[in-house]
């Protein structure tokens, strides 16, 4: 692999659950992300599946640096990122940029479409060389009209919102998009369109893409690469194909085979693995293997010594001590 | 992929083409990006001229302003000039709106009792304005220590009597209206600051604010670009209601030896002095009360109507 683009090493967040009203003080702290590590290297869409909870949108927003790291290291084309504030973490703006969740709340009401996508161009003293004209570029590069710039964001549908936030993430010539959960908010009708954008945008640019969702056909349709994440951890990660196909942690196994097929003959053969119980709450996760209270293959190991995520066939490391490809979730008809 | 967009329209976006097309012809052609900042307040401005209720106070208070700032021009008599044969006069020929206990012209003493009156109002108004937002964002903003800090002398401030102060004032200040709008606007911030910082709390959770750090914004630049107009709102409501009250304290003021002294005449005073007389001398009483009933309506309405031109989701076409 070539020098990676970003590096995460470790990624830890904890947040305090306060209480008390004159004094508040920690009663607990919520494992949001608990020892995160991935590469990203320039170019490519890495994914990042889990549930809600899990502490996706929590990776997001470190990577993003608009929340602190408790502990761990991000660095980015071999420099430290971790601690950079002030200056330098504008200039880091400069490189990384994020598209969020939701399109309804993530601009600006009060603010024309027009201020929303020339705001970085201002902050970053790049409007008198040519905003307007910049702005009307993004605005037709993903796909609105120029008139749109003096309209307000409730003017316009979620998709279209969606857009405009796009846009914004681009006004800086970004290298890295974090995109987190881009189209969870949007009909299923828009989400191609958006997912399509995405990848013309990327073609035209070389974007490389931090991809969020909790959508497994989506990841499917855009990652190159995927990591699995489970309350806070990565449990997998993989080649997307390597990890559709031959996925090794069994918490995987279990999402892939709640994939819906749309072929009914299919579906009706899907042999579905259904994980007991609910997610044990991030306040208080499990002791070692963190899954094992709802794992198929539980033994008593799981409980007492945590697998390390490692290498377990060529460059598809998962966390688990008896990972191993499963049957295919459909007999192949052969 | 255009073709789909325009097909994604939403129902609201073809309405608001025809909206803009009953626009001038200029207005339209400054629509384009070139006019992107700048045609910001101009867009408040024709939204409020829309709103004629608001544009209509907005004149009264102009009007009220300038009779005030002229008040030599435009008062037949002087406020202290004592007709001693005409005392307590009703309303008629000579003396439009009556005389008083002291035979002074009604007229002109409301006249000269606006000049005090609306600058004391707009005044303790506009600086309690500014004193409230500035410590409300800071707290509701930055949160933590500070936030504990400004509230509690923000608590500290409500707890003090008002009377208290007052008559303290009284004596180390003189009684010039500065002193009194400093002495007010100390009283007046408090429930606004409380109000602002309520708004930032929950706007800082926003995501378009996350959106704007993450562009690089600085906080002052979110605080003033990306809070305070979405607080906008309740700053103005309570701004208006400050006004009015304002002008109902300063009378308050010189009851207690404080502030403007007779024969001066202000609003407030004036309707203090004509207690007594409400029902030997009805008119001593009515034409005060109109006059602060008239400014207040006006500050609501205008207020109204600048909280909706400021919000772009409001109907455009409202009146």
Not at chain 1, 148 to 154: G, I, Q, W
Not at chain 1, 192 to 205: G, V
Not at chain 1, 309 to 332: I, N
Not at chain 2, 58 to 77: D, M, Y
Request: charged share 20%.
């Amino acid at each position: 692999m070539t020098e990676p683009l970003l590096r995460a090493d470790g990624l830890v967040k904890h947040f305090p659950v306060l209480r008390g009203v004159v004094f508040r003080r920690a009663v607990a702290e919520v494992h949001a992300v608990d020892g995160v590590s991935f590469e990203i290297a320039p170019g490519e869409t890495f994914g990042v599946v889990g549930e809600s909870g899990c502490g996706k949108t929590t990776v997001a927003r470190l990577v993003m640096r608009l929340v602190d790291l408790d502990d761990g290291t991000l660095t980015s084309d071999g420099e430290d990122i971790t601690r950079v504030r002030g200056e330098a973490l504008r200039k880091l703006r400069l490189k990384m940029q994020i598209i969020f969740q939701d399109p309804f709340a993530s601009l600006n009401p009060r603010m024309t479409v027009g201020d929303i996508v020339g705001e970085p161009l201002h902050i970053h003293n790049m409007w008198k060389d040519g905003g307007p004209r910049r702005v009307r570029e993004l605005l037709d590069l993903v796909g609105l009209a120029a008139e749109h710039a003096e309209r307000y964001p409730h003017e316009f549908s979620g998709g279209q919102r969606q857009r405009i936030g796009i846009a914004r993430a681009l006004a800086l010539h970004p290298k890295l998009v974090v995109c987190d959960e881009p189209v969870s908010a949007l009909d299923v009708s828009m989400r191609a369109q958006i997912l399509n954008l995405l990848k013309h945008l990327q073609e035209e640019f070389g974007l490389t893409y931090l991809f969020i969702s909790h959508d497994l056909s989506v990841v499917r349709q855009v990652c190159d690469r995927v990591a699995v994440m489970y309350l806070g951890q990565v449990v997998e990660v993989a080649e997307r194909d390597a990890l559709f196909d031959r996925a090794l942690h069994p918490y995987t196994q279990a999402l892939i085979s709640a994939i819906p097929i749309p072929d009914p003959e299919l579906e009706r053969k899907r042999r579905r693995i259904v994980l007991q119980g609910d997610v044990p709450s991030p306040q208080d996760p499990p002791r070692a293997c963190r899954f094992h209270t709802r794992c198929f293959k539980a033994q008593e190991i799981c409980e007492q010594i945590e697998p390390e995520l490692e290498q377990r066939c060529d460059d598809h490391p998962a966390a688990c001590h008896f990972a191993e490809p499963r049957a295919p979730v459909v007999e192949s008809p052969a | 992929m255009t073709d789909d967009i325009k097909s994604a329209h939403h129902p609201e976006i073809g309405e608001l083409e025809i909206a803009a097309a009953e626009l001038p012809d200029d207005t339209l052609a400054r629509m384009g990006l070139d006019a992107v900042g700048a045609s910001q307040w101009r867009i408040v401005w024709r939204r409020l001229l829309r709103h004629r209720l608001a544009i209509a106070s907005f004149g009264i208070l102009v009007l009220l302003g300038v009779i005030a700032v002229f008040a030599n021009v435009f008062a037949p008599h002087g406020y202290a000039t004592q007709y001693l044969s005409q005392q307590l006069r009703s309303p008629g020929a000579g003396h439009w709106l009556g005389t008083d206990t002291l035979g002074r012209d009604e007229l002109s003493r409301l006249i000269y009792g606006g000049r005090i009156s609306l600058a004391v109002g707009f005044g303790v108004a506009l600086s309690a304005g500014v004193i409230g937002t500035i410590v409300g964002s800071l707290a509701g903003f930055y949160g933590g220590r500070l936030d504990t800090l400004l509230m509690r002398v923000t608590d500290l401030f409500l707890s003090i009597p008002l009377l208290v102060i007052l008559i303290v004032a009284a004596t180390l200040l003189g009684g010039s209206v500065l002193d009194i709008v400093i002495v007010l606007s100390i009283f007046f911030w408090m429930p606004l600051a409380r109000i602002v910082r309520g708004s930032f709390l929950s706007l800082r959770e926003k995501e378009f604010v996350e959106a704007a750090r993450s562009v690089g914004a600085s906080n002052f630049r979110i605080i003033v670009r990306h809070m305070l107009p979405n607080a906008i709102g309740p700053i103005i409501v309570n701004v208006t209601l400050a006004v009015a009250e304002a002008i109902l304290i300063e009378s308050v003021l010189s009851f207690l030896g404080f502030g403007i002294q007779p024969p001066t005449p202000t609003w407030g005073n004036m309707l203090a002095e004509s207690r007594d007389l409400a029902t030997t001398a009805p008119w001593l009483v009515w034409f005060p009360g109109l006059c602060i009933l008239l400014t207040v309506l006006c500050v609501n309405f205008l207020g109204d109507g600048l909280r909706d031109a400021f919000d772009p989701t409001q109907d455009l076409i409202k009146r």
